[in-house]
């Protein structure tokens, strides 16, 4: 039995592929803005807050406050400035440093004196760059802020003129501000989220478009298989009917050179045949105490007959006949075939079993091919069979056809035919058995297709053969073969 595969989905491919695509270049561009937002926000501290710090730093710092930065009057300038940078209240801490990287004042006053030199940030402000970025307290320069957690942190230099060469300034020393960073991480939340939300609803538009078109396509293209399927399935079976017409009319061709041969033959034969037998009979009533003379003419006479019967049968498989409807009870007619056959039968030692259904409507046919038929079915079927065999045969009404029909079935476990050689038990001539003609399934396919009925074979080594007659009621009901 052949599986069907499953067919493979378009949309469904389409859907899994889409869906972890978009997912992942969303995914990417939701990380990239957020760096950028992210870079946006410290942009805005680096030049925003970090010009507000240098204003306040240069209004009340001098350049010489970090020089010399242990005098009163420049820790109280420090203070001051401190004091103004406090009207933000985002700052949490102010550090200043000199030009050799040391904490020259801090709200932090153990921070006082302590210098650092490996501070990265503390380093390329010292050469004019505003640094600003978000800090977790994990540097030796923040032991004492451990406990701000996350903070915003700004390394912002402070410049004064030199005043030998006018317009040129040189970074004094650089303000270290520490910022609660909740209103920057608000933003960036804000910003992070509509983000996330345009680009999923992007991302949603963008697939639904997608799955529109791509399901639209596959539905045509599904149309377009299921219309090729059909095309095939519809060519298969003109393919196959042609196969059944060529096959018929070989069978036809066939038969009817071996009818015009069989035909010059049996007349060229029959003749003489006739002759012969007369001679013998005439013999044979005119010996007298003789016994084994009157035996070899009985002998002549017997196979005459037989050579003759076989001539019919041989005339009858390939020339034309003309039915003679009547109605035909096919019960009966079987019950008459199986009491000419019982004394075979018995002698055969043969079990016999009949199911005949007692409600069989009666036949429009010929009875006398019919009789042929199933006698040649039924003979065949005995042939088939050696002592202790069975030998069963059955009817029934038939009513899924369309037309009410008759079914008669013919069943024995004898030896089996191969499959190789099944196609070929209805052809003229070929027979399984050392004995036989070959012609009596021919002559029974060929009076049954005449009825409008069909007849099949079912085989196999070991397991017997049963064979089927359906025989419409009324002829004109079925389909012409």
């Known amino acids: 039995m052949k599986i069907p595969l499953p067919k493979p989905s378009l949309i469904r491919s389409f859907a899994l592929a889409s869906l972890l695509t978009i997912a992942f270049i969303t995914g990417f561009q939701v990380a990239v803005q957020w760096v950028l937002l992210s870079e946006d926000f410290l942009e805005w501290e680096r030049t925003s807050g970090a010009d507000a710090i240098r204003a306040q730093a240069s209004a009340s710092l001098r350049g010489e406050d970090f020089v010399r930065w242990d005098t009163a009057e420049a820790q109280t300038r420090f203070e001051q400035f401190f004091q103004r940078a406090l009207l933000n209240p ?113 991302a949603l538009v963008l697939y639904a478009a997608l799955f529109g078109i791509v399901r639209r396509a596959s539905r045509q293209l599904d149309a377009q298989r299921q219309d090729l399927e059909r095309q095939t399935e519809a060519l298969g079976a003109a393919n196959r009917e042609l196969r059944a017409t060529q096959e018929q009319l070989r069978a036809a061709e066939r038969l009817a050179a071996i009818g015009e041969v069989s035909a010059a033959v049996a007349h060229g034969i029959r003749n003489p045949l006739a002759n012969i ?19 070899y003419l009985g002998t002549i006479t017997a196979e005459v007959d037989r050579l003759d019967r076989w001539l019919r049968s041989l005339l009858d498989a390939v020339r034309p006949f003309e039915l003679r409807l009547g109605r035909v009870d096919a019960g009966r007619l079987i019950e008459d075939l199986l009491g000419l056959l019982r004394e075979r039968v018995a002698q055969g030692q043969i079990k016999l079993e009949v199911a005949l259904a007692p409600d069989l409507p009666a036949l429009t046919a010929d009875g006398v091919q019919l009789e042929q038929a199933l006698l040649g079915v039924l003979e065949n079927a005995l042939d088939a069979l ?90 004109s009901a079925a389909p012409t073969a």
């Not at 990287?101 to 004019?128: I, K």
């Not at 037998?277 to 035996?295: F, H, M, Y």
């Not at 070959?438 to 009825?451: F, P, Q, S």
Request: hydrophobic share 40%; proline share 6%; charged share 25%.
């Open 90 to 202: 985002e700052v949490l801490r102010v550090k200043v440093y000199n030009a050799d990287m040391q904490v020259v004042w801090s709200d932090e006053p153990r921070l006082r004196g302590a210098r650092f030199p490996d501070n990265a940030h503390l380093a390329r402000a010292l050469q004019g760059q505003t640094v600003a970025h978000v800090e977790r307290s994990k540097k030796p320069e923040n032991l004492y802020e451990r406990h701000f957690g996350q903070a915003v942190e700004l390394y912002i230099p402070v410049a004064f003129s030199t005043g030998r060469t006018p317009g040129l300034a040189a970074v004094a020393g650089v303000v270290e501000v520490y910022k609660n960073p909740a209103r920057v991480l608000a933003n960036l939340s804000r910003g992070r989220w509509a983000i996330i939300g345009a680009s999923l609803a992007g």
């Open 277 to 295: 037998r007369a001679s013998a009979q005439v013999a044979l009533d005119t010996t007298e105490g003789s016994p084994g003379v009157a035996k």
């Open 386 to 475: 050696g002592p202790g065999g069975t030998l069963r045969v059955r009817t029934a009404r038939v009513d899924g056809l369309g037309f009410p029909a008759v079914q008669v079935s013919v069943e024995d476990d004898g030896e089996g035919i191969p499959a190789d050689r099944l196609r070929q038990v209805f052809e003229p001539f070929f027979t399984t058995k050392s004995k036989g003609t070959g012609l009596g399934l021919a002559i029974a396919r060929k009076i049954v297709e005449g009825h409008g009925g069909r007849i099949t074979i079912e085989s196999a080594p070991a397991s017997g053969t049963t064979i089927r007659i359906v025989l419409p009621v009324e002829r």
